[in-house]
C-alpha cells in the first residue's frame, strides 16, 4: 500500500493543502489540536472532491445504464461469434461506436477519486511516523499526530503493534475498537447502496449476465472493504466511510427523481408523478415534465410502467403531451390509446332507430 501511495505524491502536497485550511477553520471552533478539527477537514475533504466529481457521476449512471441496455444485443454477438474472438471483439467495439457507450465510463468517479485516496494515506503515513510532508510543518505533524477520534488516533491502524499505538499516546483496545466498527460501517453502507441499485433501480424486465455480475459485486466488495481496512489508518477510514455515505445519499436522490427505465423505481416514481399530475390537474417542474415528455416520445416503445401511467391519466381524465404538460382530455388530443400502444380507435356507425330500420330504402332513380 505504501508503494502504491508513493505513486500518488505527486498529489499530496495540493490534498495537504486542503487540509490544513479545513483544519484552521474548524481548529477556531473545537481547538488545533482537537481530533474533530483534524477529522471534520478530512470530512470535508472528501465532500469538497465529491462534489467536484458530480459531472463524472451523472456520465456514470449514463453509461450504466447504456450498458444494462445493450446486454442483449451483446449477448447476441457472443453467441453469434464465439468460436472467433477477433471477429467478437470488433463487432463488440462497432456498438459501442454506433450507440455512444464507453463501459469505462461507469468507473469514471472512483478512478478520479484514486489519487486523492491515495495520497491521503500517504499523507497520513507520514504523520504516524512524524515526517513533515507537503504543506503540514513540524508543529502541523505534531499536532495531527496526537489528534484522536474517540481516543483512537488518526494516523493509526488496526494491525499496528502495541508498541506503535503507545507512541501515538494510545492503548490499542481503543484502536482495535474504533476501526472494527468503522470498517463494518464502511462494509455495510457499501452493501447498502449496491442492494439498493440492484433492487430498485435495474430493469427487471431483461435479464442478463451484466445483472448476474453486479449482484456478485453486491457481496465482493463488502469483503474487499474488510480485509484491506484493516491496513488503513484511522484517516482514510474516515475518508473511505464519508464517500460511502455521500455515494449512498446520492444513489437514494438519483433513484427517486430519475429512475432506470423499467426498474421498480421507476414504477414507484410514477406512482408518485401520478398522484401530482392528479391533485393538482397539471406537472409541475422542469424534472417532471421532462421524464413525461420522453415517455410521450417513446410512443408504441413503452414499458410497462410507462404504459400503466399513461393508461391511468387518461382515466382520470387528462392526456400527457410532447411538451411534458398534461390537460384535459376534452382541451385537446388524448394521448391514452397511442400511449398505450394500441391503434387507434375505429369510428363505429350510428345506430338506427327502429322505424328508419323498418322503412324500406328507395331505389335509386334510373337514368
Not at 478539527?37 to 470535508?44: E, F, K, N, P, T
Not at 417542474?285 to 413525461?292: D, H, M
Amino acid at each position: 500500500m505504501d508503494t502504491i501511495a508513493g505513486l500518488f505524491s505527486f498529489i499530496t502536497t495540493p490534498v495537504s493543502w486542503i487540509i490544513v485550511q479545513f483544519h484552521s477553520l474548524y481548529g477556531a471552533v473545537f481547538g488545533p489540536d482537537s481530533g474533530w478539527a483534524w477529522g471534520l477537514s478530512i470530512v470535508s475533504l472528501v465532500v469538497l472532491i465529491r462534489i467536484c466529481l458530480i459531472p463524472l457521476f451523472v456520465k456514470q449512471i449514463k453509461a450504466t445504464r447504456g450498458m444494462q441496455a445493450l446486454q442483449p444485443k451483446m449477448k447476441a454477438i457472443q453467441e453469434r461469434y464465439k468460436n472467433d474472438k477477433q471477429r467478437q471483439s470488433e463487432e463488440m467495439m462497432k456498438l459501442y461506436k454506433e450507440t455512444g457507450t464507453n463501459p469505462l465510463s461507469s468507473c469514471l468517479p472512483i478512478l478520479a477519486q484514486s489519487p486523492f485516496f491515495f495520497a491521503l494515506y500517504h499523507v497520513l503515513a507520514n504523520i504516524a511516523d512524524g515526517k513533515t510532508i507537503g504543506v503540514l510543518n513540524q508543529q502541523l505533524v505534531d499536532s495531527a499526530r496526537e489528534a484522536k477520534i474517540f481516543g483512537a488516533p488518526i494516523a493509526a491502524k488496526f494491525m499496528d503493534s502495541s508498541e506503535k499505538v503507545a507512541a501515538l499516546g494510545a492503548s490499542l483496545t481503543d484502536v482495535r475498537v474504533v476501526t472494527a466498527v468503522m470498517i463494518v460501517m464502511m462494509s455495510l453502507s457499501q452493501f447498502y447502496t449496491q442492494r439498493q441499485l440492484m433492487q430498485k433501480n435495474v430493469d427487471l424486465s431483461v435479464k442478463t449476465p451484466f445483472m448476474q455480475q453486479q449482484k456478485m459485486l453486491m457481496y465482493i466488495f463488502p469483503v474487499i472493504f474488510a480485509v484491506m481496512g484493516i491496513n488503513f489508518p484511522v484517516g482514510v477510514l474516515v475518508y473511505w466511510l464519508t464517500t460511502n455515505v455521500w455515494t449512498m445519499g446520492q444513489q437514494m436522490y438519483v433513484i427517486n427523481q430519475n429512475p432506470t427505465p423499467g426498474s421498480k423505481a421507476q414504477d414507484q416514481y410514477l406512482t408518485r408523478l401520478l398522484k401530482h399530475a392528479t391533485s393538482h390537474g397539471e406537472v409541475k417542474g422542469r424534472g417532471k415534465k421532462k421524464i413525461v415528455a420522453a415517455i410521450v416520445a417513446k410512443g408504441p416503445d413503452r414499458n410497462d410502467n410507462e404504459r400503466k401511467f399513461i393508461t391511468a391519466l387518461s382515466k382520470q381524465g387528462l392526456a400527457a403531451q410532447a411538451d411534458g404538460s398534461v390537460i384535459k382530455s376534452s382541451e385537446g388530443t388524448a394521448d391514452s390509446d397511442a400511449a398505450s400502444g394500441g391503434a387507434a380507435k375505429r369510428q363505429q356507425p350510428k345506430r338506427q332507430t327502429k322505424s328508419q330500420r323498418q322503412t324500406p330504402s328507395k331505389p335509386s332513380p334510373k337514368k
